[in-house]
């Protein structure tokens, strides 16, 4: 049954819908850890209008930027400095998150203004789409359906950001999770450059962040009572009994 589908003259438009799937799919698992990555630097803001802001510019920045990598990488590949750039990067932003004196805020990246976080916003993208874009080569090699399959992982992206960003302030250990996960993916790019042998499988990197995750939420962060509508309601009617 299946050998007469794929040999039947409409097997080009099912191997492409197949294809689709998959990278469309692995942007969507590759893409969580990206996530989380860019909801913390645009939290810095702290202002919600800010925030969806820097995102839809970031990404709509980062969106080019994978564009071209995607169009030149079959050149770039060739040459380790730029995986080694991109593991470097994305240690350096879990090692600045993990050293930082602890605060109030242990995101280390504390923005001055939008424009500083954009800037961070694309290149975080960039460093993460390396490892992405490489395995989506090594599923298709149509262009168009890499750069399609992209575009849709962009904008999964955006709007995983968004709810990272709202999932940031209900629980506990999601923000170190996220740094973990980040400071996993650099060091996978960083063994593709010193030892591509001792590179883990894909599935096992997706079980440590998926493992991550799990961590991530579950914990929520316990939130002061003395907030809540009831406590205020009867703390009103003590004052006006006495």
């Known amino acids: 049954m299946l050998d007469q589908i794929f040999n039947s003259p409409f097997n080009i438009g099912i191997e492409t819908l197949f294809l689709l799937i998959v990278l469309v799919a692995m942007e969507a698992v590759l893409s969580a850890d990206n996530a989380i990555a860019l909801a913390a630097l645009t939290q810095t803001l ?39 750039a991109g593991a470097l990067y994305l240690l350096w932003l879990a090692w600045q998150y993990f050293t930082i004196e602890p605060s109030n805020s242990r995101n280390p990246t504390q923005a001055r203004s939008l424009w500083q976080i954009i800037p961070l916003l694309a290149l975080t993208d960039l460093a993460f789409s390396l490892d992405s874009v490489t395995t989506a080569i090594a599923i298709s090699q149509e262009l168009w359906l890499i750069i399609l ?64 995750f799990v961590w991530g939420f579950s914990r929520r962060i316990q939130k002061p009572l003395q907030n809540s509508p009831e406590i205020r309601e009867t703390a009103i009617e003590s004052l006006q009994k006495s």
């Open 46 to 84: 702290q202002n919600p209008a800010l925030e969806r802001r820097a995102l839809n510019i970031g990404l709509g920045l980062a969106y080019v930027l994978r564009m071209l990598l995607i169009a030149s990488a079959t050149w770039i590949i060739q040459f380790w400095q730029f995986e080694l």
């Open 149 to 212: 399959g992209g575009t849709i992982g962009v904008i999964a992206l955006r709007f995983l950001a968004g709810l990272f960003i709202h999932w940031l302030e209900e629980f506990t250990h999601l923000e170190d999770a996220g740094y973990l996960a980040v400071a996993l993916v650099g060091l996978r790019l960083l063994l593709r450059v010193v030892s591509p042998d001792l590179v883990p499988p894909e599935w096992a990197m997706v079980s440590l962040i998926g493992l991550l």
